[in-house]
């Protein structure tokens, strides 16, 4: 890690080592994604149980899933993404907000509007549907 | 030295007193971050600029569960997901999956210590993995469509065989892809471009894990709560 290489557009970088964060032992990167993969299998296992359980007030299950599919997510961005805070990071998570913020206007403000849609048509006809 | 050198000078010192970790970067033109230190190295823009499609991929996905959301009780007289969907398959399904997202890791690791074998293992079983994933939702869609419950029976079913089936296109794509990055890295070796489409692939291959955990928290497990 000492001679910086020249590259194809001529500028001078040191010879790359990791391709995402900074450079770590062996032991310790695999332990980072075990420690991913391991977090991930709890929550698939959590949002599984939660779907068949009698434990929690039925009508509250969807919510439920709904906060360990979130969490699983954050967990895959931190673990296998590497969306971190370090500063080289700090345009990931800017446009990543961005494009949750997105997401949620989309999903959200569709559910929203076709709700009221729904709740606002005059009732079909039983000689008008198939 | 003009002023705007001086300026520049002062900071690389104040940077190089910062530690061990940051005095190479300074000295390399490296960036760290807040516009200090130059420009940002090749590795972090290509990563941004591939986030950031991925980031309208997933909005994309984003209005393909909106519409699944709002399609999902428009059953037309036809099953109800409560009626087709089965937790067995779905799990076994999400373990392929994130096994593979695993795997790939894996690859990652190896590709950055520039272990040939290693990284052609690892990026083989990444690959099996997926295409048993993929395998098992080919079944599931003949078994759907062997019943009469294809596309076209309702409108449920349409949304549901367009979110499904594109995250299944993406990640027969990313087959793909895989495919030609280990034919890559035994052609070409671990050349920085090729490391760079690397980087790419691997955040390709686990932005898909992410949509499949929306997918089959939203699709298999809600859709087959009785409280929907």
Known sequence: MSEPSRTVDGGTHPPEGPLFGEQRSLSASVLTYVYGLALAILLTVASFWAAHTELIYGPSVPMAIAVFAVAQMGIHLVFFLHITTAPDNTNNVLALAFGLLIAGLVVFGSLWIMQHLNTNLMPVPPQALP | ?228
């Open chain 2, 1 to 228: 030295m003009n002023a705007s050198a001086e300026r520049q000078a002062a900071l690389d010192e104040e940077l190089l007193d910062l530690g061990p970790g940051l005095d190479a970067r300074a000295a390399h033109g490296y960036a760290s971050g807040h516009g200090r230190g130059g420009p940002a190295s090749k590795r972090v823009v290509v990563g941004y600029g591939f986030w950031i499609f991925l980031l309208s991929d997933i909005i994309i996905f984003a209005t393909l569960f909106a519409t699944y959301a709002v399609l999902a009780g428009a059953t037309a007289g036809g099953p109800r997901s409560q009626d087709l969907f089965h937790p067995g398959s779905v799990a076994a399904e999400t373990a392929l999956l994130l096994a593979s997202s695993f795997m790939c890791g894996m690859a990652t690791l190896a590709v950055e210590r520039r272990n040939q074998s290693w990284t052609q293992v690892a990026l083989l079983l990444t690959g099996l993995l997926g295409a048993g994933f993929l395998a098992l939702e080919i079944r599931e869609f003949a078994s759907l469509i062997g019943r009469g419950y294809g596309p076209s029976r309702s409108a449920f079913l349409s949304a549901f065989f367009t979110l499904v089936g594109c995250h299944g296109l993406h990640v027969t794509a990313g087959l793909l892809w895989l495919g030609t990055m280990m034919a890559q890295f035994l052609a070409k070796g671990f050349r920085q471009n090729i490391r760079h489409r690397y980087l790419c692939f691997s955040l390709f291959w686990h932005t898909l894990d992410i949509i499949w955990v929306a997918i089959f928290n939203l699709v298999y497990l809600v859709g087959t709560t009785p409280y929907v």
